[in-house]
């Protein structure tokens, strides 16, 4: 059975920073990402790692300031996030996916988390 489990969200003031945690279990995936959703939009692709490689990619409303990585050992993914802005309000989800899988379209990933929320105020 697989599990992804996500956690770190919270309310910050814009600037701040926080750390998501996704722990997985019972799947070792080719590829994770983050995703966000805000309320009344589509679900977008945030940032995307290749487990063999570590090769990253990220979307350009968050590059340089989100980091995401992942530790092998634990099997956790992690999303940094540094200079939050108000406009990173979403619910964050973390997916598991193979080779094919990738960002920019979420339907490539099979395996879903829950989701953690993020709240950024002004």
């Known amino acids: 059975q697989v599990q992804l489990v996500e956690s770190g969200g919270g309310s910050v003031q814009a600037g701040g920073s926080l750390r998501l945690s996704c722990a997985a279990a019972?799947?070792?995936?080719?590829?994770m990402a983050w995703f966000r959703q805000a309320p009344g939009k589509e679900r977008e692709g945030v940032a995307h790692?290749?487990?063999?490689?570590?090769?990253?990619d990220y979307a350009d409303s968050v590059k340089g300031r989100f980091t995401i990585s992942r530790d092998t050992a634990k099997n956790t993914l992690y999303l940094q996030m540094n200079s939050l802005k108000p406009e990173d309000t979403a619910m964050y989800y973390c997916?598991?996916?193979?080779?094919?899988?990738?960002?920019?379209?979420?339907?490539?990933?099979?395996?879903w988390g829950q989701g953690t929320q993020v709240t950024v105020s002004s």
């Open positions: 790692i290749y487990v063999g490689n570590g090769d990253t």
């Open positions: 019972g799947y070792t995936p080719s590829t």
């Open positions: 997916a598991a996916g193979g080779p094919f899988s990738h960002y920019s379209a979420y339907r490539t990933f099979p395996y």
